[in-house]
């Protein structure tokens, strides 16, 4: 049994879906306790039983009733194993399945700060699960330095990149012709192109990249003849959206950036560019901008700092670039313009082999498996 706040789109809830998918194929069963959203469609198809309960509530009366509602839950369908992927939940899901004698499991999919006593004790909740899993080696290190754990608790688990989904050869022409044209990409403009995924939100690092293509405008511009997609949706940050669109024609930008919005086609948009930046001023947990590329032979260029350290291997799979340095941030995006297409594809190749030996979807699911079998036997 998976206890996630909500079923609508992003990491979190792509791995509940895949895990649910990889506990049937090896022949269990698969609950998933939720909100709702628009992915239960798809979990009831694959063969999962979704059941809506306000766990995502923070209320204390609504935390209550999910307690009495989970244990009961719990007797009814009986599973080995309950998996609570978030805090919220944890507060009722965890209690709830130590009552009943049931096994837990929680993930870490991010890093929680904590500016007060209550705070931390709220994110601690997540570590009191008999096995804690954590989405990368920065995340694992993090959880063990906040709080005073048995390091064999805490395992690291990879996000997993789904490599039917990001495989290059799976992306015709016809794909990249039509996200172009949606774009206003000239494909035959000989252009070097940068594709910057990832909602708009400051810390991720779009403001940063503005600034440094004005830097060095003469180099990055004029003379490596780049263009920059800025591919995400603002999630209402309508503000942010006008600063970085006001800034762009500021620095009369407009030929050069482009915010193309929220893209459902990633596949073809990495397909469509030379890099990927993953320029996020604060650390990532994960990451899976700087790993999604390399699965599609794209080269990264990385703030060096938090999970990306892990993801992309310096001056192999792509740079590791110093995190908010304009000048340091202008001169790799000008020394990867500059490389040759050959050592271009020699750097693709060597990320999408990265990405298949250590975060392919496959890998993320046996890890997972491996532990809910330990807890069992």
Same mark, same amino acid.
């Given at each position: 049994?998976?206890?996630?706040?909500?079923?609508?789109?992003?990491?979190?809830?792509?791995?509940?879906?895949?895990?649910?998918?990889?506990?049937?194929?090896?022949?269990?069963?698969?609950?998933?306790?939720?909100?709702?959203?628009?992915?239960?469609?798809?979990?009831?198809?694959?063969?999962?039983?979704?059941?809506?309960?306000?766990?995502?509530?923070?209320?204390?009366?609504?935390?209550?009733?999910?307690?009495?509602?989970?244990?009961?839950?719990?007797?009814?369908?009986?599973?080995?194993?309950?998996?609570?992927?978030?805090?919220?939940?944890?507060?009722?899901?965890?209690?709830?399945?130590?009552?009943?004698?049931?096994?837990?499991?929680?993930?870490?999919?991010?890093?929680?700060?904590?500016?007060?006593?209550?705070?931390?004790?709220?994110?601690?909740?997540?570590?009191?699960?008999?096995?804690?899993?954590?989405?990368?080696?920065?995340?694992?290190?993090?959880?063990?330095?906040?709080?005073?754990?048995?390091?064999?608790?805490?395992?690291?688990?990879?996000?997993?990149?789904?490599?039917?989904?990001?495989?290059?050869?799976?992306?015709?022409?016809?794909?990249?012709?039509?996200?172009?044209?949606?774009?206003?990409?000239?494909?035959?403009?000989?252009?070097?192109?940068?594709?910057?995924?990832?909602?708009?939100?400051?810390?991720?690092?779009?403001?940063?990249?503005?600034?440094?293509?004005?830097?060095?405008?003469?180099?990055?511009?004029?003379?490596?003849?780049?263009?920059?997609?800025?591919?995400?949706?603002?999630?209402?940050?309508?503000?942010?959206?006008?600063?970085?669109?006001?800034?762009?024609?500021?620095?009369?930008?407009?030929?050069?950036?482009?915010?193309?919005?929220?893209?459902?086609?990633?596949?073809?948009?990495?397909?469509?560019?030379?890099?990927?930046?993953?320029?996020?001023?604060?650390?990532?947990?994960?990451? &899976?901008? @700087?790993?999604?590329?390399? +699965?599609?032979? $794209?080269? /990264?260029?990385? %703030?060096?700092?938090? #999970?990306?350290?892990?993801?992309?291997?310096?001056?192999?799979?792509?740079?590791?670039?110093?995190?908010?340095?304009?000048?340091?941030?202008?001169?790799?995006? &000008?020394? @990867?313009?500059?490389?040759? +297409?050959?050592? $271009?594809? /020699?750097?693709? %190749?060597?990320?999408? #082999?990265?990405?298949?030996?250590?975060?392919?979807?496959?890998?993320?699911?046996?890890?997972?498996?491996?532990?809910?079998?330990?807890?069992?036997?």
């Amino acid at each position: 049994m998976q206890v996630v706040p909500e079923l609508d789109t992003g990491g979190v809830e792509q791995t509940v879906v895949d895990v649910a998918r990889a506990v049937i194929e090896a022949g269990g069963r698969a609950i998933v306790v939720s909100k709702g959203g628009r992915l239960e469609a798809y979990l009831k198809q694959i063969g999962a039983v979704v059941v809506l309960l306000p766990v995502h509530s923070k209320n204390p009366y609504v935390q209550f009733k999910n307690y009495y509602a989970l244990r009961a839950l719990i007797r009814k369908e009986k599973p080995d194993i309950v998996h609570v992927r978030s805090r919220a939940p944890a507060l009722s899901a965890l209690p709830a399945a130590k009552a009943e004698g049931v096994k837990t499991v929680t993930t870490y999919h991010g890093i929680y700060k904590a500016g007060s006593a209550l705070k931390r004790w709220y994110n601690g909740r997540m570590t009191t699960a008999d096995v804690v899993i954590a989405n990368s080696d920065y995340t694992r290190d993090h959880v063990l330095r906040e709080y005073d754990l048995n390091p064999a608790k805490v395992v690291a688990v990879p996000r997993g990149v789904d490599l039917k989904k990001f495989d290059p050869g799976a992306v015709d022409e016809a794909r990249k012709d039509k996200l172009a044209q949606a774009w206003g990409v000239d494909r035959s403009d000989g252009r070097t192109r940068f594709l910057l995924a990832g909602r708009l939100t400051r810390w991720k690092g779009q403001t940063l990249v503005i600034e440094a293509l004005w830097a060095k405008r003469d180099e990055l511009v004029d003379t490596a003849n780049v263009e920059v997609i800025m591919a995400g949706d603002d999630q209402g940050r309508t503000e942010y959206r006008r600063e970085l669109e006001n800034l762009i024609s500021l620095y009369a930008l407009e030929d050069t950036v482009k915010l193309v919005g929220h893209c459902s086609d990633m596949p073809a948009a990495y397909s469509l560019c030379d890099f990927a930046l993953a320029p996020s001023l604060e650390p990532e947990a994960f990451g &899976r901008t @700087a790993v999604e590329p390399q +699965a599609m032979g $794209r080269p /990264v260029l990385a %703030a060096k700092h938090g #999970a990306t350290a892990e993801t992309v291997e310096d001056a192999v799979s792509g740079w590791l670039v110093t995190s908010g340095d304009v000048t340091a941030w202008a001169d790799a995006m &000008r020394v @990867a313009a500059l490389t040759s +297409a050959p050592a $271009r594809a /020699v750097m693709g %190749a060597a990320g999408r #082999a990265r990405v298949h030996e250590r975060f392919s979807l496959e890998t993320m699911c046996a890890a997972t498996l491996d532990i809910y079998r330990s807890l069992l036997t």
